[in-house]
């Protein structure tokens, strides 16, 4: 079972807007500004799209953004396009004494 | 711009160990971290453990204490993730990935995130 909690799937026409929910505890989400979200497609690396809960790097397109409320984070990508299709997968840095960084389950997006 | 350059596809037989490396091409280790992330079949991504170079000091999950060793050279810029005691269950991609971090004496490194990823090394391990 995986430490941050993720939907399975979503999916979402292009256009529209899709979020994907992770939520963790006091320990990891809830407790640091430390949330990242990682796009991966199939057979490739995971890239990095937010960092800090809400910051993008240079090159992500702004259509992505990062928020956090308590122990959810949440991932919105608007205007969805085809290549949007894939993977997602948070991560958090964690107190807990047995291991430093937590990943969600990932949930994978559909673009319909 | 740095890219993390990891070593070839392993074939390993249970009980016995392997040693995956990932070079700096383009740049050092400096200032950074490197993680180590495996994803198993249909998986999802899994930390395994991480090293800050420039510190000495290795960090890993509990659950691969005692089978996960990553060392680094800082001379050549390489990392590397050395798993023992193999078995089925680790048939994974495992990745190297440049980190984020922030450390100072007073407790264990805090990790903020993992910015350049290498292309990941397939380990099957079967009889």
């Known amino acids: 079972q995986s430490a941050l909690t993720q939907p399975a799937s979503v999916s979402g026409s292009p256009g529209q807007s899709i979020t994907i929910s992770c939520t963790g505890t006091s320990s990891d989400v809830g407790g640091y500004n430390y949330v990242s979200w990682y796009q991966q497609h199939p057979g490739k690396a995971p890239k990095l799209m937010i960092y800090d809960v809400s910051n993008r790097p240079s090159g992500v397109s702004n259509r992505f953004s990062g928020s956090k409320s308590g122990n959810t984070a949440s991932l919105t990508i608007s205007g969805l396009q085809a290549e949007d299709e894939a993977d997602y997968y948070c991560?958090?840095?964690?107190?807990?004494?047995?291991?430093?960084?937590?990943f969600g389950g990932g949930t994978k997006l559909t673009v319909l | 711009q740095v890219q993390l350059v990891q070593s070839g596809a392993e074939v390993k037989k249970p009980g016995s160990s392997v040693k995956v490396s990932c070079k700096a091409s383009?740049?050092?280790?400096?200032?950074?971290?490197i993680s180590w992330v495996r994803q198993a079949p249909g998986q999802g991504l899994e930390w395994m453990g991480r090293?800050?170079?420039?510190?000495?000091?290795?960090n890993y999950a509990q659950k691969f204490q005692g089978r996960v060793t990553i060392t680094a050279d800082k001379s050549t810029s390489t990392a590397y993730m050395e798993l023992s005691s193999l078995r089925s269950e680790d048939t994974a991609v495992y990745y190297c990935a440049r980190g984020r971090y922030y450390y100072d004496s007073s407790g264990p490194p805090t990790d903020y995130y993992m910015d350049v990823w290498g292309k990941g090394t397939t380990v099957t391990v079967s009889s």
């Open positions: 090293i800050i170079p420039i510190l000495g000091i290795a």
């Open positions: 991560s958090s840095y964690t107190s807990s004494s047995t291991l430093a960084v937590v």
């Open positions: 383009g740049g050092t280790f400096s200032s950074y971290a």
